[in-house]
């Protein structure tokens, strides 16, 4: 109830309107800005949180969560760069239909639900760098729409990846805090099925909404 009274903008995989007029007004390097922006996106940006979330809910070693963390970034950083400067972009509705889809995915592998349907285990490593390549479509399609200026515009965008790189640092130092304290106490197994749900149902949610958003529009 709470996503679906939020705003149109707040479940695109946007940039806010005063950044969104930034962007389209300035001119050349502006490195710190973009950084700035970056870290901004990736801290406010639920679609990817509640993919984190699902990613590392059941990882206990860093070195393992260090691997999906890196092979997420890696997908993400590849299509939004490339994405923006060779102008790729894709439908907006489709390809956050496709994130909550990632969030769907991810909750559905957390609670067994593949190997008790179908008897397999998808590779999730493999996965979580395909949905990373979807992720950072979302976010250049959105920086496509709003025209960029090609002076400076790769700097910029490294700088903006930069930015996301380190947003997704606080945020997932946010969610292992949380879950650190949650997996000591004695109902960490006994709800986890229950938030895997909860995490699921949001993404069904996502993608309801993108879709009707689509065709709609």
């Known amino acids: ?5 939020a705003s149109g903008d707040a479940f695109a995989h946007a940039v806010a309107e005063g950044d969104k007029g930034y962007i389209q007004e300035i001119y050349g390097v502006h490195l ?34 260090a691997i999906y963390v890196s092979l997420f970034a890696i997908g ?6 490339l994405g923006v400067y060779f102008n790729i972009g894709i439908n907006s509705y489709l390809i ?12 559905l592998d957390n609670i067994g639900a593949y190997q008790r349907w179908f008897g397999v285990q998808p590779n999730t490593k493999a996965a979580t760098l395909v ?50 304290f949650w997996r000591r106490t004695a109902g960490f197994l006994r709800h986890a099925y229950t938030a895997n749900v909860a995490m699921m149902c949001a993404g069904f949610v996502l993608i309801g909404y993108q879709l009707t958003g689509y065709f709609v529009a």
């Open 131 to 180: 949905f990373g390549f979807f992720h950072g479509f979302g976010l250049s399609t959105k920086i496509i729409e709003y025209e960029i200026a090609s002076d400076g515009l790769l700097a910029n965008l490294l700088a903006f990846n930069v930015g996301v790189e380190v947003g997704q640092l606080l945020a997932l130092s946010a969610i292992l805090i949380v879950m650190g």
């Open 76 to 81: 993400h950083s590849t299509t939004m760069l």
């Open 32 to 65: 710190i800005s973009f950084v700035y922006l970056g870290a901004k996106h990736m801290v406010t940006g639920y679609d990817h949180i509640l993919f984190l979330l699902g990613v590392i809910f059941f990882l206990y070693r860093m070195q393992h969560i």
């Open 96 to 107: 956050d239909a496709i994130i909550g889809l990632s969030v769907v995915y991810k909750a």
């Open 1 to 5: 109830m709470m996503l679906l009274g």
